[in-house]
């Protein structure tokens, strides 16, 4: 059974860099997509980007500016770095997983908790 | 970016109702549309895909149907581990945007 697990700081200061780690157990990145999917306190959710395992990836216009996605396949996990964060980026962070780039999210993590505050 | 608008953004309804919920997208998706539940605290999970295809383990009572812009998502008889928050999602170009939600809770 895939599982994905969430990790980094829970607390980030304004204009730093906001910096996620989303590990796979159960099964290989290789061959697939994975993204990171966001959502602010009692809101909805928002797509931040794709990676492919080869290292290819999409962003979402609104943050492209700001987001780095990578993937290291000897560790079997993928990062999310968002840059010049603010209040606005306090959110709960997801990773999920895709078989195809257009292609449903089938399997996520459960989601990690960053603040960002001085 | 493409905009997914979800109907209603909440309501409330009893156990044993049948209730439907509706997503449109601002341009054609053909088929390419999955639906989420999530549950307070937990991570979203994954009920629907390609508008209509029960993803494995997600009870029958659950039905999608739709294609080109406008879909729904069908509960037929309401349990109550179904009072939820439901988020459409497209995927059919990036980036992958969801619906605003629908929370349907105990009336």
């Known amino acids: 059974q895939v599982q994905l697990q969430e990790s980094g700081p829970g607390l980030v200061k304004p204009s730093e860099t906001l910096s996620l780690t989303c590990t796979v157990s159960?099964?290989?990145?290789?061959?697939?997509?994975w993204s990171w999917i966001r959502q602010p306190p009692g809101k909805g959710l928002e797509w931040i980007g794709q990676?492919?395992?080869?290292?290819?990836?999409n962003y979402s216009p609104s943050l492209k500016s700001r987001v780095t996605i990578s993937v290291d396949t000897s560790k079997n996990q993928f990062s999310l770095r968002l840059s010049s964060v603010t209040a606005a980026d306090t959110a709960l962070y997801y990773c999920?997983?895709?078989?195809?780039?257009?292609?449903?999210?089938?399997?996520w993590g459960q989601g990690t908790l960053v603040t960002v505050s001085s | 970016a493409i905009r997914m608008t979800q109907s209603p953004s909440s309501f409330s309804a009893s156990t044993g109702d049948r209730v439907t919920i509706t997503c449109r997208a601002s341009?054609?998706?053909?088929?390419?549309l999955a639906w989420y539940q999530q549950i307070p605290g937990k991570a979203p999970k994954l009920l629907i895909y390609?508008?209509?295809t029960l993803q494995s383990g997600v009870p029958s009572r659950f039905s999608g149907s739709g294609t080109g812009t406008d879909f729904t998502l069908t509960i037929s008889c309401l349990q109550s581990e179904d009072f939820a928050t439901y988020y459409c999602q497209q995927y059919y170009t990036y980036p992958h945007t969801f619906g605003q939600g629908t929370t349907l809770d105990i009336k």
């Open positions: 390609a508008a209509s």
């Open positions: 159960g099964g290989s990145i290789s061959g697939y997509y």
């Open positions: 999920a997983r895709q078989e195809a780039a257009a292609a449903r999210s089938d399997y």
């Open positions: 341009q054609g998706i053909s088929n390419y």
């Open positions: 990676i492919y395992y080869s290292g290819s990836t």
